[in-house]
């Protein structure tokens, strides 16, 4: 019996394990390590954000649905990986410390023959002097990263709603909190969500929302921007960003590097290297992400955390990491496998594996400070990956070492993202995009690298519906109800 | 002035882009319109997910 642990329960690591149990059956053992007791839906944490949501509404217990499938529950972080065994034995194991299940605190040796890295990244709201204290969020800001994170900012804007009711301007500021962020598109659904449901609340007047972000032109969303058929036009992104931002009266500063925040007002630098202030009552300020801090040991104790994850905390895999300059980026650079190249029996699948470099061009400001947004590796292409990492590692299992390795490249996938702006099904509108692929291929597609058949974007009612399907669709799938597996990813 | 001509006016950044005029909005909640366009939408992001497996 091969046992197979995998780190993380989010998108990618719940996808991976719930498909490796079904492949591999009860002959082989699956175990999951998560922190967290429940799986949350994150898309919709932006509706939680501005109270069209509840909480309960996005999250849902993981112990049962992992006990319905056989597959082993651990609610506890890893801490440390030993691919080289310890003082004991040569087995490999990670060490986890338990968070739950009336375990808390202890520490236990977890052994394992294969084993999937998809912890997604440590909320880094520490990078930002002001924004938080390590992966905790700070007191002037809020967030919706997380779906308690969410409740909380809805509370604060309600209250901001309250003042604005009550004749007090109000302003608002929402985007990224600091050079190196990803997940601008989260940021860009929450702002118009709350300018939705700002007109409905009648307070729009009394509101000044801003956009802040370190795309170094509107509508990069961390992919180098798009071209999409609009119209029957192929548009840049940064056209279709700015219709938006300018029809609901939004003004936006760009390529800016958030460097300090406190009560009220936020300090930033700009690609030009001049710097500026900008005062607000509420601000949502995505924080940059890393790696969640592994360590890994040699037999002998030597630390050898280097050899595995990339100096941000992800993990290596089989990416080109030494493309070196801008002009000699390639779509190929990008991993196909997720394997670790040095221990084959390692997989780093969603936000944890380490990509080769950024999609979008990369800037720094005349100072020096890096200002670009990181590669974007959620939803859709976390699930895809997981789902063919899990493939990889039962073939490993079932036909030994020289089994063929499935792929999901991103420069051979797409995406889909609804960003919405209100819930309601008459009402409101939602911008439906997909990209193909995610990582732009000019060699394939010279121009604009990427199809633009296939890579579009529109605003109306119809991305509101699909937005509402797609949420209920994937909760239905990720609890395991019948006929899961023909969910797509 | 139309709606959609307002926001040219208030700020700098506006003034360079292009605000969708009254029929363009209209479409975006027409429930017939965007059953349509839920269809081909809908369409288009399936060949996306089996173009990514």
Sequence with gaps: MARLV????????????????????????????????????????????????SKEDVVFPLAPVYEKAGIDFKQAKAISIHPYGGEKSDKEYITIEYTGQNKEGQVEELEYDYLINATGPKLNFGATEGLGEGSTLGDHTVSVCTADHAVHANLELQQIFEKAKAGERQKILVGTGHGMCTCQGAAFEYIFN??????DAGVRDMLDIKWISNESFLGDFGMGGLHMKVGGYAVSSKIFAESLFSERDVPWIIGAHVNKVEAGKVHYELLDGTTGEEEFDFAMLIPPFTGVGFKAYAKDGSDITDTIFAPNGFMKVDAKYDAGAYENWRASDWPKTYQNPIHKNMFAVGIAFAPPHLISKPASSVNGTPINPTPPRTGMPAGIIGKAVAHSVCDLIKEGENAHLHEASMAEMGAACVASAG?????????????????PDFEKYPGTGRDTDYTFGEIGLAGHWIKHILHHMFIYKAKLKPGWTLIPE | MKPEERNF?????????????????????????????FAVINIKMLVVVSKSH
């Excluded at chain 1, 690591?13 to 175990?31: C, D, I, P, Q, R």
């Excluded at chain 1, 709350?194 to 007109?199: D, F, L, N, Y």
């Excluded at chain 2, 292009?18 to 209209?26: E, N």
């Design chain 2, 9 to 37: 006016g208030k700020n700098e950044q506006f003034n360079y882009t292009m605000i969708p005029g009254g029929f363009a909005r209209k479409m975006r909640t027409c429930v017939i319109f965007q059953a349509f366009r």
């Design chain 1, 423 to 439: 819930k309601g099904v008459f009402s409101g509108t939602a911008a439906a995009m997909t990209v193909y692929p995610v990582v």
């Design chain 1, 194 to 199: 709350i300018e939705h449901e700002a007109k």
């Design chain 1, 6 to 53: 995998v780190m993380g329960g989010g998108v990618s690591g719940h996808t991976a394990a719930t498909f490796a149990k079904k492949w591999l059956g009860n002959e082989h053992e699956v175990v999951v390590v998560t922190p967290n007791s429940q799986w949350n839906w994150i898309p919709s944490n932006i509706w939680v954000g501005v109270g069209e949501m």
